[in-house]
């Protein structure tokens, strides 16, 4: 089976995933389905009777597993739709969905450091996976904000009252 004929092949193998459409983006052919579901599917490299379904990610992430699966072309395209459902779909769509999950806690967070960005003088932001610190300084005020996706610790110290205000109104608005 050449290139061309895996492209054939994808609509006919979507036409038995529920939810699933097919989509050729540069040359590749993709199964897209739900929950942002992407599955690329190439010929195995020296094995024309052979093809390889791999699930991908919006944003790669170290700490995500690859999830892909090797499935024979000679029993058509409703064996490799049952195999790609019961053999990568499970622990694929999972993952995708814990991915999907973590990812919005993140913008929720983003959203957050933004917003306290914006309200305080000097300040310096740190961002890592599990966490985003913003650390500001302003004459003798000073403060160290630590946002986690499941805990938030505050330090202001020397800060106006005005400020403070500020910030716990921005921090009550993002809360609610």
Do not use: C
């Not at 985003?132 to 302003?138: A, E, G």
Request: net charge positive.
């Amino acid at each position: 089976m050449d290139d061309f004929s895996v492209n054939d092949l994808v609509p006919r193998i979507a036409e038995h995933l529920d939810g699933f459409t097919s989509q050729t983006i540069w040359g590749t052919p993709y199964l897209i389905g739900p929950y942002g579901a992407r599955l690329a599917v190439h010929p195995l490299m020296g094995r024309n009777e052979w093809i390889v379904v791999t699930g991908l990610y919006l944003a790669e992430s170290s700490d995500l597993r690859r999830h892909s699966i090797i499935v024979a072309t000679a029993r058509g395209p409703r064996h490799i739709a049952k195999k790609i459902a019961r053999r990568l779909l499970p622990k694929y769509l999972r993952d995708l969905k814990r991915h999907g999950a973590r990812a919005a806690r993140f913008a929720e967070r983003s959203d957050l450091v933004e917003t306290l960005a914006s309200l305080l003088p000097g300040h310096a932001v740190t961002e890592v996976e599990q966490a985003s610190v913003i650390r500001w300084r302003l004459g003798s005020m000073y403060g160290v904000f630590e946002l986690r996706d499941d805990a938030t610790s505050i330090e202001i110290g020397n800060a106006d009252r005005e400020l403070a205000e500020r910030v716990a109104y921005a921090i009550n608005q993002r809360a609610t």
